[in-house]
């Protein structure tokens, strides 16, 4: 049903004419906003103020950080390509805070309708004056209910939209199938998880209850926060007969933050191929991929008892990004002017290292220096240095863009130790 109702012609949209959505307001919880200006308070001086890619806004008492800008840079690329491809854009943004993303959705996106909500009632009055800067009536509607329930009301009322952003906190797994229920086939879902600590193996039954994962401590954890965030979406949209892949996958250390996004569409995948558990040795320092059946005799080349092994699973072990979409973002961002200095230089370094990271040839996780140059009993080698040794020695080879003194191959550690010795 879930299938066929999506085949099936909308309802006629009450967008048409630019009024708010009359299913959301026939729930009596629901609190709504348009740029009326009965709704709109008077600015409290005592109310903080910043500024975004050039939009002032206000933050209220709402939770606002300046490090995630970079996030909603990302975000605003990936839904200007879903409105270039010639789609309608419908943003659901559920966990909106001031307003700030849903603003930048609507004017740097040019989103056809923008429904912002945030559980916290007080905010209403933050969000609905800084949406009050878009021209266009009816454009955006604010609404102050619990996410799972908005978006739950929106599938019910087949009101599919086109990008789904949920920025929560912590392992906040729940929401990922009420997103996915309300989006549109082909759609974009932009995900969040903030729970470090827990990406970090120190919570396994935690992670395994939120994401279906058993996750234990590695060096490359917040790697692993990523591919545990993006394996629990596989999870969660095979249940409802999709499936997901990744476009971009983005970590930041404040926070921090695991920040993905997916592209739904029909179909289960064919084969757990990307689904599987990790393992790491921490007597040699590799790691390697196992399938469900290889679980009862798992080893390592240096240890075949396998007792040094510290095993994770299951996550995704694919490509954490997308070769070509990221292109298409790069020249997005150039068309917007993001480009040539100050943040725009950042934010071009960042998708430069996201395309060299999703080389098909890097396998999961990173090696950092410090722990080659521990295992060789040296200093730590130059990092360019080392890159251009393993690619001349015919290995694939990158930069992170998790963590600034590591690197991404398909070169063993043990040959990284002896390549390091000898430069």
């Known amino acids: 049903m879930l299938i066929l109702s999506r085949l099936l012609p909308p309802p006629p949209s009450p967008l048409s004419n630019f009024s708010p959505n009359p299913r959301i307001a026939s729930a009596a919880s629901h609190r709504l906003s348009s740029p009326s200006s009965d709704l709109l308070p008077p600015r409290c001086a005592a109310e903080g103020h910043a500024a975004e890619r050039g939009h002032e806004f206000e ?148 992670s395994l209850a939120a994401y279906g994962a058993y996750v234990r401590p590695m060096p490359y954890s917040n790697e692993v926060g990523l591919r545990m965030l993006i394996g629990g979406a596989m999870r969660e949209a095979s249940v409802l007969g999709y499936r997901v892949a990744p476009l971009f996958s983005y970590y930041s250390y404040h926070g921090p933050v695991f920040r993905v996004m997916l592209r739904l569409n029909r179909g289960k995948l064919l084969t757990n191929r990307h689904y599987e558990f990790i393992s790491y040795c921490t007597k040699c320092g590799h790691s390697q991929s196992h399938s469900w059946d290889e679980l009862s005799k798992l080893s390592c080349t240096c240890n075949k008892e396998g007792r040094s092994l510290v095993v994770s699973g299951p996550l995704w072990t694919g490509p954490l990004h997308s070769t070509s979409y990221l292109t298409e973002m790069l020249n997005m961002a150039e068309q917007l002017g993001w480009m040539g200095n100050g943040s725009g230089a950042d934010l071009q370094k960042l998708l430069q290292l996201m395309v060299d990271e999703s080389d098909p040839k890097l396998p999961f996780g990173y090696i950092k220096l410090d722990e080659v140059a521990s295992r060789a009993k040296i200093n730590s080698p130059p990092l360019r240095t080392m890159m251009s040794a393993l690619q001349k020695e015919g290995y694939a080879v990158s930069r992170s863009h998790i963590a600034t003194n590591a690197i991404k191959t398909d070169c063993p550690m043990a040959t990284c130790i002896r390549i390091a010795k000898e430069v």
């Open 59 to 206: 933050t209220g008492g709402t939770f606002y950080r300046r490090e995630s800008a970079v996030g909603r840079d990302l975000g605003v690329l990936a839904a200007s390509l879903q409105r270039r491809s010639g789609h309608q854009l419908r943003v659901l943004d559920a966990m909106c805070g001031c307003g700030i993303r849903s603003l930048r959705y609507l004017v740097e996106a040019g989103a056809d309708f923008v429904l912002a909500n945030d559980a916290n009632d007080d905010n209403r009055g933050v969000i609905a004056r800084n949406l009050a800067r878009v021209s266009g009536e009816g454009r955006w509607t604010v609404s102050s209910n619990e996410a799972n329930r908005v978006m739950v009301e929106c599938y019910l009322k087949r009101d599919f939209y086109d990008l789904v952003d949920v920025d929560s906190f912590g392992s906040e797994s729940s929401y990922l199938r009420s997103a996915m229920n309300c989006l549109k086939l082909g759609g974009l879902l932009y995900v969040t998880s903030t729970d470090g600590y827990t990406s970090g193996g120190h919570r396994p039954h935690h």
